[in-house]
């Protein structure tokens, strides 16, 4: 029984710390300019891959890259 209590105990604050840390990690995000952006392969929900813009800065996916971004990034030629 112990264990079991352990064991929950250590779930919660282990919750309770992840949810405090996505909200650190937005406010940080809201805060950034994100200045500088590099295209990254992304793991979709599904497990594919997406090409997508990131904030070299806070890590935000700011958006799909256009097709001067995917050249100018090697992942396309002209």
């Known amino acids: 029984m112990e264990n ?6 250590k779930n919660i604050k282990l919750t309770n710390d992840i949810k405090n840390s996505e909200e650190e990690l937005k406010e940080l995000r809201n805060m950034c300019k994100h200045t500088d952006s590099s295209i990254e392969n992304i793991n979709s929900k599904s497990g594919s891959p997406n090409l997508r813009k990131v904030c070299e800065c806070c890590g935000e ?15 396309m030629t002209k």
């Open 4 to 9: 079991n209590d352990y064991i929950k105990n």
């Open 61 to 75: 996916v700011l958006g799909i890259p256009s097709n001067n971004e995917l050249i100018d990034s090697g992942y």
